[in-house]
């Protein structure tokens, strides 16, 4: 092996994301009870669970939507600067998350879009507000971005003339155009109807082609099977298991997990 091939081995295999340790609780009540994972380079992770497991929490803990009491996030190998303990601790460095944010592309259950922005003013808003890029440079990516999830004819339309399908997907060309290292998908499909739900899951399992790196919560234990690389099932704020697809789904050890797949074939 030469020095570029050791170089892409390494590269392959350095955790984008390295979450050690995490707790979080809400009040009295205990959400996350020490996590731990990390997910490579252009590795596809999906979290798996019932209702009220930890999966959201440990998502938003990732880019600091919620701080956790205990543990660390890193993103790249560089660790998010954090102060205090329990309830109480708060992000130490405004610059340093701003920037790494700046680096996560994140899809929400809503699709939050802006009502008074067009779908293309939209998607270049972050590009040109956050990261301060050229607007000709923005504009032509936004519209490619457009185009990779099936809307680009959609560009001049506002968010309430689309349907959700499509707002979902426009949704996921503006996370797409920051030139995220990771994108995090929070049941991006749990708020459509069926038909719907297919659209968007036929774009995210285009960009788990093309070998971006992604972590994503999701309800639809097929899709998480097609498209990870690994799964991990939460339970009651831990990691009750993890493997691969055919471990998780094929040869499950853990009777909760057995469970829980047994009920959600029957949804």
Not at 43 to 48: A, D, G, N, Q, R
Not at 70 to 93: M, T
Not at 98 to 111: A, D, K, N, T
Not at 192 to 211: F, N, S, T
């Amino acid at each position: 092996m030469n020095m570029a091939q050791a170089a892409a081995a390494v590269a392959e295999k350095w955790p984008v994301v390295a979450i050690r340790d995490l707790h979080k609780s809400f009040g009295k009540l205990e959400v996350l009870k020490g996590i731990s994972f990390a997910a490579s380079e252009g590795e596809v992770v999906s979290l798996i669970g019932s209702s009220g497991s930890g999966k959201s929490t440990m998502l938003r803990c990732i880019n600091m939507l919620e701080v956790p009491d205990s543990g660390s996030v890193a993103i790249d190998g560089e660790e998010i600067k954090l102060h205090g303990a329990g309830p109480h601790r708060q992000i130490a460095d405004e610059g340093q998350i701003r920037r790494i944010r700046s680096e996560l592309g994140m899809v929400f259950q809503s699709f939050n879009l802006w009502a008074h922005l067009t779908i293309l003013e939209n998607v270049m808003e972050a590009p040109l507000i956050v990261q301060k890029r050229a607007h000709g440079e923005v504009r032509e990516e936004a519209l490619a971005m457009l185009a990779k999830v099936g809307i680009s004819e959609k560009a001049d339309a506002y968010p309430a003339q689309l349907s959700g399908g499509q707002q979902q997907r426009a949704a996921i060309a503006r996370a797409l155009c920051i030139n995220p290292r990771v994108m995090l998908f929070d049941e991006p499909t749990s708020a459509l109807d069926p038909e719907l739900e297919v659209e968007v899951l036929r774009v995210i399992k285009v960009l788990a082609d093309e070998g971006r790196t992604m972590i994503l919560v999701t309800h639809d234990m097929e899709f998480a099977r097609s498209v990870s690389d690994r799964v991990i099932f939460l339970h009651q704020g831990m990691i009750e298991e993890e493997g691969t697809p055919e471990q998780v789904f094929g040869a499950t050890k853990s009777t909760r997990l057995k469970q829980f797949l047994n009920a959600a074939s029957h949804e």
